[in-house]
């Protein structure tokens, strides 16, 4: 029986998170099947138990080394899940539970560059949170010059949905931070 499942948000975009509670269904016989734009589908079968882990990928899944990188997986058990359009670095991945071989980055330095290459993309939206912020300011401002007091929701929106990627950010910043006294100390 398939199901579909809203999207469990986070103000960080905490992708930890969201593996930890797609284990959380599947130990209960609820399986993650496919992202959407609008939610999360899922199959019941109470016989099976997986693993999901997720990845940003370092390109595009279009792009060879993706595609190679995706069919070295598969070929050791690993399954990508299906997934559209602006997920396309964002990789779902499923391996049956008894197995480790869903642990990416098991060492400091790969720990690192993942980290390193999720800030990257996230590097972006501190700035365009300021500027979500100045335009919602600026759309009060000319309200109340104007004696116009509606404010469209984009303006009240846009900050708020930037202010979940800034947080990813700065968990993400503190990860590495973290991670890089770690290994200094280690050497």
Not at 59 to 84: C, M, V, W
Not at 168 to 184: F, P, T
């Amino acid at each position: 029986m398939r199901i579909g499942v809203p999207f469990k948000l986070s103000l960080s975009l905490d992708y930890e998170g969201i593996e930890d509670w797609l284990n959380e269904k599947s130990s209960k016989g609820i399986h993650f099947v496919r992202v959407g734009y609008w939610g999360y589908y899922f199959e019941t079968d109470l016989t099976k138990r997986y693993t999901y882990k997720i990845e940003l990928l370092k390109k595009p899944r279009e792009s060879i080394e993706s595609q190679n990188y995706l069919h070295f997986l598969k070929e050791i058990g690993i399954d990508a899940i299906p997934t559209k359009g602006m997920w396309s670095r964002w990789v779902w991945f499923k391996g049956e539970s008894i197995d480790e071989k869903l642990n990416f980055y098991s060492d400091i330095d790969s720990k690192l560059e993942y980290y390193n290459r999720l800030n990257k993309l996230l590097r972006l939206f501190p700035t365009l949170f300021v500027l979500g912020l100045i335009l919602l300011f600026s759309r009060i401002v000319i309200g109340v010059i104007t004696n116009d007091y509606s404010v469209e929701f984009v303006f009240l929106y846009l900050p708020i949905v930037m202010s979940m990627f800034v947080c990813g950010y700065l968990k993400n910043k503190a990860k590495i931070r973290k991670l890089k006294e770690e290994k200094r100390l280690r050497e």
